[in-house]
């Protein structure tokens, strides 16, 4: 069975494209419930989350859970769990559909604290703690208003008695900013912010007359009055941002003026921003109901990447479901989501993700045990792939699904690909044993292009081809290399005697076109005039397979059977080769691709390997060992993903 293994990275991101790993946490993983709209990971670093029947905690591998128990008056109260803040000693205060609760880390149990009515008499209210600190807790109670506890002395202070939890707003609808003793919170219509110390307050968007006016930069024009689905604030900036139908309003931190407006591709039918947060690189992570996760850089103003629902189909990359209850990023990194009512989904921004694309051997339209060469994806989105002994498939990344070319679409199923590449005017071009083929749209089948220079069966075994600068192709054979016109018509050929890898690459700075001959060397030519003239050969013995470019190291990496080679073009000499004495798990190295982070990923005869040039470090990808890779068999694609096509 032949596989293509894909690895999931994030040079290259595009909306709608995973590119995190994704951990789906679910009842089945001991979750009570899984309507979770309160995350919260504590000092200790265990992450708490709400349900609507009791409270979870997790410790990364297990849950515990705290259910009300009738028999037991230190467990939670009954219902709901609205609300969670933490103490800096680590209790943490939590709200339910009764009471208020403080969870007691030393015992391991609940105290209950209830609202009363004039008589003294208990009366339950549901209470959702904001904000705690070392002596009070702060909650909003759909009885009492907002009130301030002080849960050493037992004295509560009523701070807004007719300002009541507004759920049906949004869930997180208030914030306290103890700095400058202020509460700013949501309103059906616009927000308020309240002064506790000075008692004023100042009214937004409510469509009154009271309303305060905001500076903001042409051409934005503020509305008199807006619903706002979230309100959040900036950690770093301390900027309030609310979110309305269409984008979200960024203000200063003494709410005076608007910063900017940041409109996102919403459509106010379809998509619902429900909740935000911020992670320590200044980025917003957004749920949005009825899309999914969107990362968001409030710098660029555009969403760098969409972690999309899994509609039907839950992957390693996707989430649960479409409606989004809740964003929350932890110390580390991790976006918490609730993908409500299934369950929390974890998302891993900083993790890789290896999976394959499986060969259904009863499908004659999928691999069907063809070892992989040639990958090339086009301009809408398909991925081609070459194979040695059974034409060449497209892939849709979108649906899953194979599309066969063989010989009744012009690929003979012995042709051996080689190479898939897509010239710059769109065109898809083929080197294969049966020489250069040619992908015809409107016929949806391949057509051999005549090579009346080739007139020998090695030049007809087409092995590479590079578009140069000025539209012209250089082809590598068996037989030598031909320079072909931008209509690929060929013009002269070179070097006839030798063998060509197929491996091309070619520097606009120098004009020197780098070519490999199979099993014997490196061929430097110069490319003036429309003429190839060789400078040097460079390498003897040495089968180079892939050249990368490192302007910043003033190198070349060249993959090649004898390990990774650091190459000096200037000196035209070996300034390192890296081994499995220094960690590689073959000599044999096949492609290189680079990631954002600077990491060089090898294909090798046995796995994948992580190369930083910067430390000079190598570390295998373990769950990758005894996989043998090919060359001429990867691909970054436009959505961020990394292919490597495999030989078993």
């Known amino acids: 069975m032949r596989w293509l293994f894909l690895l999931l990275l994030s040079p290259i991101l595009t909306l709608g494209q995973a590119v995190f790993s994704v951990r789906h946490l679910t009842t089945r993983d001991g979750l009570l419930q899984g309507t979770c709209y309160y995350i919260l990971k504590d000092s200790r670093g265990f992450v708490w989350m709400s349900s609507q029947n009791g409270l979870n905690r997790f410790d990364g591998s297990r849950f515990a859970v705290y259910r009300f128990d009738t028999q037991d008056s230190t467990s939670i109260g009954k219902g709901e769990v609205r609300g969670l803040a933490e103490t800096p000693e680590g209790d943490l205060w939590v709200g339910?559909?009764?009471?208020?609760?403080?969870?007691?880390?030393?015992?391991?149990?609940?105290?209950?604290?209830?609202?009363?009515?004039?008589?003294?008499?208990?009366?339950?209210?549901?209470?959702?703690?904001?904000?705690?600190?070392?002596?009070?807790?702060?909650?909003?109670?759909?009885?009492?208003?907002?009130?301030?506890?002080?849960?050493?002395?037992?004295r509560k202070t009523s701070i807004m008695p007719t300002v009541k939890p507004k759920f049906s707003i949004a869930l997180h609808w208030i914030l306290h900013d103890p700095a400058k003793q202020t509460l700013t919170y949501l309103l059906p219509s616009g927000l308020v912010q309240y002064n506790y110390k000075t008692h004023q307050s100042r009214s937004f968007f409510t469509g009154k007359a009271t309303d305060q006016s905001l500076r903001s930069p042409a051409p934005v024009t503020l509305p008199k009055q807006q619903t706002f689905q979230c309100l959040f604030q900036s950690r770093r900036t301390g900027h309030y941002c609310l979110a309305g139908p269409q984008g979200i309003f960024e203000f200063d931190r003494n709410f005076t003026q608007l910063l900017r407006y940041h409109s996102l591709p919403l459509d106010r039918n379809s998509y619902r921003l429900a909740s935000a947060d911020e992670d320590s690189e200044g980025n917003w992570w957004l749920g949005v109901e009825g899309a999914g996760l969107w990362q968001y850089s409030p710098v660029q103003q555009k969403v760098l990447l969409a972690v999309p629902p899994g509609n039907g189909q839950v992957t390693a990359a996707s989430l649960l479901t479409n409606q989004i209850g809740r964003v929350y990023v932890d110390n580390l990194g991790l976006v918490w989501v609730n993908s409500d009512p299934f369950g929390v989904d974890v998302v891993y921004p900083t993790s890789r993700t290896v999976s394959t694309i499986p060969d259904n051997p009863m499908n004659v339209s999928d691999l069907n045990t063809h070892p992989i060469r040639g990958l090339c994806q086009d301009k809408q989105g398909y991925l081609w792939i070459g194979t040695t002994d059974g034409g060449i498939r497209r892939y849709d990344p979108k649906t899953g699904d194979f599309k066969a070319y063989l010989t009744d679409k012009g690929v003979r199923n012995q042709g051996n690909v080689r190479q898939i590449i897509q010239a710059r005017n769109g065109r898809l071009l083929v080197t294969s044993l049966q020489g250069l083929l040619q992908y015809n749209p409107k016929q949806d089948r391949?057509?051999?292009?005549?090579?009346?220079?080739?007139r020998d069966a090695d030049c007809q075994y087409n092995r590479g081809l590079i578009e140069l600068p000025d539209g012209k192709f250089v082809l590598a054979s068996y037989g030598g290399l031909f320079l072909l016109d931008p209509l690929l018509n060929p013009i002269s050929r070179v070097d006839s005697g030798s063998t060509y890898f197929g491996t091309l690459y070619f520097d606009p700075a120098t004009s020197l076109l780098y070519a490999s001959r199979r099993d014997q060397d490196l061929v430097v030519y110069t490319y003036r005039s429309g003429q190839l003239k060789q400078k040097y050969v460079t390498l003897a013995g040495h089968n180079i397979m892939d050249v990368y470019p490192d302007p910043a190291r003033h190198c070349l990496w060249l993959c090649s059977d004898r390990g990774l080679v650091q190459f000096d073009p200037k000196m035209r000499r070996?300034?390192?080769?890296?081994?499995?004495?220094?960690?590689?798990?073959?000599?044999?190295?096949?492609?290189?691709?680079?990631?954002?982070?600077?990491?060089?990923?090898?294909?090798?005869?046995?796995?994948?390997?992580?190369?930083?040039?910067v430390g000079q470090t190598i570390r295998p990808v373990v769950s990758t060992k005894g996989r043998e890779y090919n060359s001429v068999a990867s691909l970054i694609s436009r959505q961020g993903l990394f292919y490597f096509g495999g030989v078993h």
């Open 96 to 154: 339910t559909e009764e009471c208020l609760n403080q969870y007691v880390r030393r015992t391991n149990s609940f105290r209950r604290i209830y609202a009363t009515d004039a008589k003294g008499q208990r009366v339950p209210t549901l209470q959702a703690p904001f904000y705690a600190d070392d002596s009070t807790v702060w909650y909003g109670s759909n009885y009492e208003g907002v009130i301030r506890l002080n849960f050493r002395t037992g």
């Open 446 to 454: 391949f057509v051999e292009l005549p090579n009346p220079l080739c």
């Open 574 to 613: 070996t300034m390192r080769t890296y081994t499995v004495r220094d960690g590689l798990p073959d000599d044999v190295v096949y492609n290189l691709l680079p990631d954002r982070q600077g990491i060089f990923w090898l294909s090798t005869n046995n796995g994948l390997a992580k190369f930083s040039p």
